[in-house]
């Protein structure tokens, strides 16, 4: 078992297996799980689509990068070939739009014979990397400049256009639209896991160690949040919402309701676990040395099972972008002109769309290969998580 975790001779790979730390061994553990580093990779392309959002679109992807003559548009895939012959650059083919009764006078996207080449690293829209300008109640104007650049990964050489995944009924990029939908949806499920992440260290955490009344009285407000459905909920908070709010203001109010209805789960797994080893010989040690309850929570039980946790705070990920996906898509969610991906699969459920224009389900499939990436990595964590194992 020893050889398989490192890969190497039995002798060597006894001395690494029993001089190794705990990080190394999951790692060494987590290796070997082919679908998780494939699935971790995946994850990791998805990050750097949602942060180099910008660079990596060729539009804005709001209303003021919308192509108001491509409405509707169909998906311009580049090309080495065509009936004129072969090109070293990738090109696209020009496009002229009609319509009349023979598409039912619904707008069609029709090529010509014209080459456009596709060019990288061209200027374009400007925009400000880890730019922040939000207005949040109470904590007022959160401002940092960021860099502002107007490069972007590819283009076309001279006039003209090129949407790869198609235009939607404004005209705006959808390619761009769900590489920042990607980053919105990420970002509001990292708030809102370090949210329940903090809840359930600190309420489970307390509970677990100090038990007797403060504990059963922490399990009935578990069990009373747990027992509380939430698209009602969801639905009664969607009604207070002002409209004059900020697409900032929204965004951070949906993370917090998600993070504050999402701590129950993870707080009693905490619980558990500190109920186990709070009788431990080296908790005992550490109260017999005065060392305060924080002290021996934060600093003895916790790291104690940090794997677990770190594994629990994976496997949640996907739940909360799940939430705000289902929040946005009925409507109590992100609107625009915020882009996450609930805010796009909300018009796919149009008959229109699906009959004549299909490009539009093309944050679908992004959707959930982001959740399945999620659910593969948390499920390699969760069997390295305890490197001295013997499961398979």
């Keep these: 078992m020893i050889a398989r975790v490192f890969g190497r001779g039995a002798a060597q790979s006894k001395e690494d297996y029993f001089t190794a730390s705990q990080s190394q061994l999951i790692w060494a553990r987590f290796k070997r799980k ?35 003559d491509y409405t509707n548009g169909a998906p311009q895939l580049p090309q080495f070939c065509d009936d004129r012959g072969c090109s070293v650059v990738p090109f696209i083919k020009g496009v002229e739009r009609y319509r009349g009764a023979d598409t039912n006078f619904r707008w069609v996207t029709r090529e010509t014979d ?28 959160i401002f940092v400049p960021g860099i502002e650049m107007n490069t972007h990964l590819f283009g076309l050489e001279g006039e003209g256009f090129i949407h790869i995944a198609g235009t939607d009924a404004q005209g705006k990029d959808i390619f761009s639209r769900t590489l920042h ?31 007797g009344a403060y504990d059963t009285v922490v399990q009935m407000i578990t069990d009373a949040i747990r027992t509380v459905p939430t698209i009602p ?40 676990h500190i109920l186990a080893e709070r009788n431990a010989d080296y908790v005992l040690a550490a109260e017999l040395c005065g060392a305060p309850a924080g002290h021996v929570i934060r600093r003895h ?52 769309v699906l009959l004549n224009y299909q490009w539009y389900f093309i944050p679908v499939p992004v959707f959930v290969c982001l959740v399945l990436a999620f659910v593969f990595v948390g499920d390699g964590l969760r069997d390295a998580a305890d490197p001295y194992s013997e499961r398979k």
Aim: aromatic share 14%.
């Design 181 to 211: 939908a990607i980053g919105v949806s990420l970002a509001v499920g990292t708030i809102g896991v370090v949210i329940s992440f903090v809840l359930a260290l600190v309420i489970g955490g307390t509970a677990g160690y100090f038990g």
């Design 301 to 352: 039980l916790l790291p104690s099972f940090a794997s677990y946790i770190i594994v629990d705070l994976v496997i949640s990920f996907p739940y909360m972008v799940l939430s705000e996906t289902a929040l946005s898509f009925i409507g109590l969610g992100l609107k625009d002109p915020v882009n996450s991906l609930g805010v796009m699969l909300q018009n796919t459920t149009k008959v229109d």
């Design 34 to 68: 082919r679908s998780s580093m494939v699935a971790a990779a995946i994850l990791l392309l998805f990050v750097l689509c949602g942060v180099f959002a910008d660079f990596l679109s060729p539009y804005d992807p709001t209303s003021a990068g919308r192509n108001p």
């Design 233 to 272: 909920l969801f639905m009664a908070l969607a009604a207070f919402v002002p409209d004059e709010w900020s697409a900032e203001t929204r965004f951070f109010f949906i993370s917090m309701i998600i993070g504050l209805i999402n701590w129950p789960t993870l707080a009693r797994r905490v619980r558990t």
């Design 114 to 141: 014209e080459r456009n080449y596709v060019a990288f690293f061209t200027e374009g829209w400007t925009y400000h990397w880890f730019r922040i300008d939000w207005t949040i109640p109470v904590l007022g104007r």
